[in-house]
């Protein structure tokens, strides 16, 4: 139980699956915050949720397969930083080999 | 022997044929121009809510009790987190510990007779992704991303891993796209991406059980390439082990032109998605009563139809028994009737029309390029005027032939429908003029004699004009009030 939360090299693992980089002062800020909140999920995890689930849970309300209007192609890629010609562009992504 | 005996399993990505998308009330379908089909849920845009669409779940199900397995009456979903520009939300909608459907197999027919039995492992609902345009190497201005397909709903059926052959391996992939296609789960477009798949291989030695490291191989979409890409991949592992090397566990993937595999990324290197359940949706629960009715529909003896096809659908004795004569006939029927809603007129096209293609093709349904759907949406745009019966035909002709879709199929016959504007207006003045006798009768009160003005109109219309359009404007040449 003594174990700690969140390892520093687990800490640096998550920034990485995240993009994140953050400075050694930014990293010693949010390192306590993040692992107070895994410490709340370790509490709720101690709880015997099993048997309370059964029978209990709330169904997913489901919707009819009726197309509704969505966003015009001009308010889709409004909040784009960047688009032309009707597609988001994003900086060259590689494919393939050597990706 | 050694470590040479090929163990594939399969994982393969079926779109649903539904309207909309999974989450979200986009349209699912396709042809759209880029980025014409999103909204805050699918873009992932802040505060928007996923609610999951009835027939995507209907459909599963389907799929599930064809394939038979079991329903898992909660499951649940959980978030894939991984980056890439084509997820716009940073995660992907799946499911991960608790799937729809679990164990279950498939039939597959053996070259020389027979059948041999798949096992599945499961089948599981989740978002499909946007599409990436990537710039040629070394080119500038970037991906381009076209998030249309971003959230359409994707089955995933997985394979235990007893596929012994590459061979095995697509004649699994071409009975499941049969089955599946017939269940009218999907409507088995491969050039669309209906069914997708990836593989993994490794390679046994039976005597020890030995075996090397899984290696995935992705973008396998045609029979054809995962035929060959398995071979190419088999025989590079069987290469390596001569050679005294290590098969590494990586993912790689398939070159179509060159018939290739080649490292897309080393599997060590963090393939950790950080799964949990999604907070926005409660679990999926599947009810007792769309079990039977799914149930229902893939037990109904031959005789049950016939009776249901009588009474519930009003058809008379002769139609019930000729679209009862297999499960594939009465299946088409019935989505073409669901459809278009009129049973009668779904009948009688499915009894010529259909059944003429399919035995043109020596009766092998799969054949057929049209689904019934897209048949039913053709008959419907009949019902309300917007086609003639004889431009319809055509089409459907040249979707059987082509695979085209209806719009691609009715411009190429021709252009639009008229239903307007001078042509629209010469065609009825030369109607009323080859029918004299009609149009006086109508003009004298007798309404009926303007069925044979409108089929004079279609008739020289080469099957163009648009029957309700036809009708209106004659009515008003006739002096009588445009709508009836
Ligand atoms: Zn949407």
């Not at chain 1, 209990?56 to 197309?67: G, N, S, T």
């Not at chain 2, 080859?434 to 003005?453: I, N, S, T």
Request: aromatic share 4%; proline share 7%.
């Amino acid at each position: 139980m003594d174990e700690p939360v969140l390892s520093v090299a687990g800490f640096a693992a998550l920034q990485r699956l995240a993009r994140l980089r953050l400075s050694a002062e930014e990293a010693a800020r949010l390192r306590p915050q993040l692992e107070a909140i895994l410490g709340y999920v370790r509490r709720l995890e101690a709880l015997d949720a099993e048997s309370a689930e059964a029978g209990e849970e709330a169904a997913a309300p489901l919707r009819p397969d009726e197309p509704r209007p969505g966003l015009s192609p001009g308010e889709a890629l409004a909040a784009a930083p960047d688009a032309s010609e009707g597609f988001f562009r994003v900086p060259r992504v590689l494919k393939g080999p050597g990706a | 022997m050694a470590l040479d005996v090929p163990v594939i399993g399969l994982e393969v990505h079926v779109q649903l044929r539904t309207r909309t998308k999974l989450f979200c009330g986009c349209g699912a379908g396709f042809g759209a121009p880029p980025n014409h089909l999103t909204c805050p849920v699918c873009l992932g845009l802040p505060g928007a809510l996923p609610v999951l669409n009835a027939e995507a779940v209907r459909l599963a199900v389907r799929a599930a009790l064809a394939l038979h397995m079991a329903v898992t009456p909660h499951s649940r979903f959980a978030r894939k987190n991984y980056f890439y520009p084509d997820l716009p939300k940073g995660y992907q909608i799946t499911q991960h510990d608790r799937p729809l459907a679990t164990g279950g197999w498939l039939e597959v027919p053996l070259p020389g007779g027979g059948a041999a039995r798949v096992a599945l492992a499961q089948l599981h609902l989740e978002e499909d992704s946007g599409k990436s345009l990537h710039a040629a190497a070394g080119g500038a201005g970037g991906s381009r991303l076209d998030f249309n397909r971003a959230g359409a709903p994707l089955a995933e059926i997985v394979t235990e891993p007893c596929l012994g052959s590459p061979e095995e391996a697509a004649d699994f992939l071409r009975a499941l796209h049969a089955r599946l296609t017939f269940a009218g789960v999907t409507t088995g477009r491969m050039e669309e991406g209906a069914l997708r798949c990836d593989a993994n291989v490794s390679l046994r030695d039976p005597a020890t059980g030995d075996g090397t490291e899984r290696v995935e191989v992705k973008n396998l979409n045609s029979f054809r390439f995962v035929e060959r890409a398995l071979a190419h991949e088999v025989s590079r592992q069987r290469e390596a082990v001569a050679s005294g090397a290590v098969v590494a566990r990586e993912t790689r993937l398939f070159d179509p032109g060159s018939g290739a595999t080649a490292v897309l990324r080393e599997k060590e290197t963090f393939e950790d998605y950080r799964y949990f359940p999604d907070p926005d949706l409660p679990p999926l629960v599947v009810g007792e009563a769309l079990l039977a009715q799914e149930r229902h529909r893939r037990d109904e003896a031959p005789e049950a139809l016939r009776t249901r096809f009588r009474t519930e659908m009003g058809l008379p004795d002769y139609d019930a028994g000729v679209l009862t004569q297999d499960r594939e006939t009465a299946a088409y029927f019935e989505a073409v009737a669901r459809r278009c809603a009129d049973p009668k007129a779904a009948s009688n096209w499915v009894m010529t029309e259909v059944l003429r293609q399919v035995k043109a093709h020596g009766g092998d349904w799969t054949r057929l390029r049209v689904h019934p759907e897209e048949l039913g949406a053709l008959l419907a745009q009949v019902a309300e005027g917007r086609l003639s019966t004889a431009l319809a035909k055509a089409v459907f002709a040249r979707m059987a032939e082509s695979g085209e879709e209806a719009g691609t199929a009715v411009r190429a016959l021709g252009g639009p429908v008229v239903r307007d504007g001078e042509t629209l207006s010469a065609l009825v003045d030369e109607a009323l003029r080859a029918q004299p006798r009609a149009a006086e009768d109508v003009r004298a009160g007798h309404g009926r004699a303007l069925g044979v003005l409108v089929g004079e109109v279609l008739r020289r219309s080469g099957g163009r004009a648009e029957p309700r359009a036809a009708r209106r404007l004659l009515r008003v040449r006739l002096g009588l009030d445009a709508e009836e």
